[in-house]
């Protein structure tokens, strides 16, 4: 059974910084793409940014520049590290385990609980 765990997120002021972690099991996760989305309130799930098996990444246009996906298969956990934080973040971060090969990411069905961010003065 895929469990995942997110971490990291609280209260941060706009410009301040954060990192959020996902720690995964039940996956074979060296060979897992993985992703992290967000949701705001009244808004759908939005992808945020994804990182291959290989640790090629992509993101949002929103967040490029900003956000860093990363990932320590030693340690079965991929990161996000988020600078310049801006209000419009605010959001419930998640991860999700891919499905298929690792060498590109497609969003599989498991997600953890989710992690609150919240940009404010």
């Known amino acids: 059974q895929v469990q995942l765990v997110e971490s990291g997120g609280g209260l941060v002021q706009p410009g301040g910084s954060l990192r959020l972690s996902c720690a995964a099991s039940?996956?074979?996760?060296?060979?897992?793409?993985m992703g992290w989305y967000r949701q705001a309130p009244g808004k759908q799930r939005e992808l945020v940014a994804e990182i291959t098996s290989g640790g090629m990444a992509n993101y949002a246009d929103s967040v490029k520049g900003r956000f860093t996906i990363s990932r320590d298969n030693a340690w079965n956990t991929v990161y996000l590290q988020m600078h310049s934080l801006k209000p419009e973040d605010t959001a419930v971060y998640y991860c999700?385990?891919?499905?298929?090969?690792?060498?590109?990411?497609?969003?599989?069905?498991?997600w953890g609980q989710g992690t609150q961010v919240t940009v404010s003065s």
């Open positions: 999700n385990a891919g499905q298929g090969s690792g060498i590109y990411y497609s969003p599989g069905d498991s």
């Open positions: 039940g996956i074979i996760f060296s060979v897992t793409a």
